[in-house]
């Protein structure tokens, strides 16, 4: 028996149990398929971003190869035509996951399943509490309407869902309305006191949230995810550190490279500046002072597909699955995953919660941070000083990055090659769990 069989084997006693009981626990599942259902949004805004910054952006790396930016003068000015898309599909994830989580554990428990996920709406803009008042009008910010919002949609859902469900099962609290009252109508008031009972509820949890944290809930989850964050400098610590964060965070649900960018820029503009003043001045990226930046380690070496480093996992999946709906998303994926745009992997496997792919989604991109660096240190590439743009296909970022430094280009792909045998064998595990065990689906009536 190969090393590689009896690691596939131990993984597959260990990894599989635990998936397929995953799988059918009801609050694992309902969020499992909301992720899923939401898909095809998420699909449409990353070919809408990859369109933006690969093709209609001066910057982009499809414009630059093909010289749109002087063959079309006003390319810049067409991307307002699109970027709308974006405020209809990826900005107002977290609304859309509060619908469905609730919803999904309604259908679990079949309860009106259209008024659980109503009602989490409704409680999840209780406790949206991000306003700004200018000229003496109230405005409702969007910033945690997107992925930043994910953590609280996630647990609001959970909550008025099994709430919901538990309180319209009692026939004390249901209001049966008459025979000649209109189905829609009778439907309504039927769980209409579980519904105010649900309000009163947030309305108290977000008073009590907002003594301690008077921006609110969301603000709360994530001043106590970047706390930790302070004070780290420009180091292969600081980066590996921030990289294994910010995909924990994705395995989450919760949008790891926005959560952490704050504190990640703060950190690493200043050297990136410095880097490109060295390169300015010197014209090559040897020398460069900062050889251990986030965009010199982590997007250079461990962001090939998006985070954590998924172009190796479609390669995987292409080479190893057996898995129909892994291998036709990894199709639908492959065309944003060579620009680095991979919400369509991440929420499409999914990879949030899977107890499998995560271990490989954390791991990958720290190794690959690590052999990037030691190839930098030891001088025998330049580190990678120059801007590139992120939406630049995989290995040709340390290639550019580096000024054209072919043992760049050398080491990415190294680092590719590593990605791919590292999901390998938990792409061959994920063959053999059950994924029968999910969310019924019911039509509204």
Request: hydrophobic share 50%; charged share 10%; with cysteine.
């Amino acid at each position: 028996m190969s090393i590689m069989t009896k690691f596939e084997s131990g993984m597959e006693r260990m990894l599989v149990p635990v998936a397929n009981k995953l799988n059918s626990q009801r609050h694992i599942a309902a969020i499992r398929d909301a992720f899923i259902l939401v898909f095809p949004l998420i699909m449409a805004g990353s070919i809408v971003t990859l369109l933006n910054f690969a093709v209609l952006s001066p910057d982009g790396f499809i414009a630059k190869i093909l010289f749109l930016g002087k063959l079309f003068p006003n390319l810049a000015s067409a991307q307002a035509l699109f970027t709308p898309v974006m405020q209809g599909s990826t900005n107002i994830m977290a609304i859309l996951i509060v619908f469905l989580v609730a919803r999904n554990l309604a259908i679990s428990f079949k309860e009106d399943d259209l008024l659980a996920g109503l009602t989490a709406v409704g409680a999840f803009f209780i406790v949206y509490t991000p306003y700004e008042v200018v000229d003496n009008a109230s405005y409702m910010t969007v910033k945690f309407l997107g992925a930043q919002g994910l953590f609280v949609a996630i647990i609001v859902g959970i909550i008025v869902g099994e709430v919901f469900s538990r309180l319209s099962r009692s026939p004390r609290l249901l209001i049966k309305m008459p025979d000649q009252v209109p189905p829609a109508v009778s439907r309504s008031f039927k769980v209409l006191i579980p519904i105010v009972i649900i309000t009163i509820l947030f309305s108290v949890l977000n008073y009590v949230v907002t003594l301690v944290s008077p921006k609110g809930i969301n603000d709360l989850v994530y001043t106590v995810i970047q706390s930790p964050l302070k004070d780290m400098g420009t180091n292969i610590y600081s980066v590996v550190l921030l990289g294994f964060i910010s995909n924990v965070l994705w395995v989450l649900g919760i949008h790891g490279p926005n959560t952490i960018a704050a504190i990640r820029d703060t950190i690493f503009t200043e050297p990136n500046l410095e880097n490109l003043s060295y390169v300015a001045a010197h014209g090559s990226a040897w020398g460069a002072p900062y050889p251990a930046t986030w965009g010199g380690l982590n997007d250079a070496f461990s962001n090939y597909g998006g985070s954590g480093m998924t172009l190796g996992l479609l390669i995987a999946i292409f080479i190893a699955s057996r898995r129909t709906d892994y291998r036709d998303i990894a199709k639908l994926s492959l065309g944003p995953g060579l620009f680095n745009i991979n919400e369509p992997v991440i929420f499409g496997l999914p990879i949030v919660l899977n107890p499998i792919l995560i271990i490989p989604f954390i791991i990958t991109p720290a190794i690959n941070t690590v052999v990037g660096y030691l190839f930098v240190v030891t001088k025998v590439i330049p580190p990678v000083a120059y801007q590139v743009p992120w939406t630049t296909p995989g290995p040709l970022i340390p290639f550019l990055g580096t000024g054209g430094n072919f043992g760049a280009l050398a080491v990415g792909l190294l680092c590719l090659a590593i990605s791919v045998v590292i999901y390998l064998p938990f792409v061959m595990v994920s063959n053999k769990v059950n994924t029968s065990a999910g969310v019924e689906e019911e039509k509204v009536a």
